[in-house]
């Protein structure tokens, strides 16, 4: 009885299936802020490695998600370079120059303003805004009156 042979297709099916879940598993890690040097300990692959499965995943996300995972993903990553920020500033102390600290707290600025446009904090209330907040009731009611000629209020 000789050796039995082994698929090359099936051994690449698991081979892809196995990198699949790594990337799932090293997305879920990084976005719950975990480093890549401790996803790669997790994962049984080098840190690089670990970046390579992240960026994959949220490349593989961006074109093909919808608003909302997109968005998701933007806040995750903007959490996780807020935690950086802090960091810094946190470990600046009495007596050392500002410049380091400086910079992080404009970035953290420049953060928070990315955040306010993903959640939508710094844009103006448009009547469509209105009108989406409306009850069946009053959509029905501002019907009837531009149907009857009047304008709603």
Do not use: C
């Not at 390579?52 to 995750?76: C, I, K, S, T």
């Not at 805004?129 to 009850?135: H, N």
């Amino acid at each position: 009885m000789g050796e039995q042979s082994v698929n090359p297709q099936h051994r690449n099916a698991k081979t892809n299936a196995k990198r699949e879940t790594e990337k799932i598993e090293a997305l879920r890690l990084w976005m719950a802020g975990t480093s890549f040097r401790s996803i790669g300990e997790k994962l049984g692959v080098s840190g690089p490695t670990a970046y390579r499965r992240v960026r994959a995943a949220l490349d593989e996300m961006r074109p093909h998600a919808d608003f909302e995972a997109y968005r998701a993903v933007q806040l995750a990553e903007l959490e996780v370079s807020r935690r950086v920020l802090r960091n810094v500033i946190a470990s600046w102390r009495p007596g050392q120059p500002f410049g380091e600290a400086t910079l992080a707290i404009s970035t953290l600025l420049k953060l928070q303003e990315r955040e306010g446009q993903l959640v939508g904090l710094d844009r103006a209330p448009t009547p469509f805004d209105e009108i989406a907040a409306m009850t069946d009731e009053q959509l029905t009611a501002m019907v009837a009156a531009w149907s009857a000629g009047e304008s709603p209020t």
